[in-house]
């Protein structure tokens, strides 16, 4: 299943998105990676400072609806989290790869 932060949708991989994916090459696998950990990072960083331009908004006075400017807060927290949780994950599979015996 693949995980839009931004979108807040959950859509299930096509089974013929899938078979494209096996046939890619190394190279061709490995730049996809990069391109969707980029953009997964970008989004991130995006609401994040959408959180914190609307915190200083709300600190100067320029807006006065506290329930947004908390629900970005959280959003972003929530985020965060998600993300540093991926990290934890990768990590922990590369370092089982790396100690299978070959």
């Not at 990072?41 to 400017?69: C, M, P, R, Y």
Request: charged share 25%.
């Amino acid at each position: 299943m693949t995980i839009s932060i931004m979108s807040n949708n959950v859509t299930p991989i096509q089974s013929k998105e899938l078979v494209n994916q096996v046939k890619q090459s190394p190279s061709e696998v490995q730049a996809n990676f990069a391109s969707t950990l980029k953009n997964a990072i970008e989004d991130l960083n995006h609401i994040q400072l959408e959180s914190d331009k609307k915190t200083e908004a709300f600190a100067s006075g320029k807006i006065d609806d506290l329930h947004d400017v908390m629900i970005t807060a959280q959003k972003s927290s929530v985020t965060l989290e998600t993300t540093v949780q991926m990290q934890k994950k990768v990590i922990d599979a590369y370092n089982e790869v790396m100690r299978m015996q070959v």
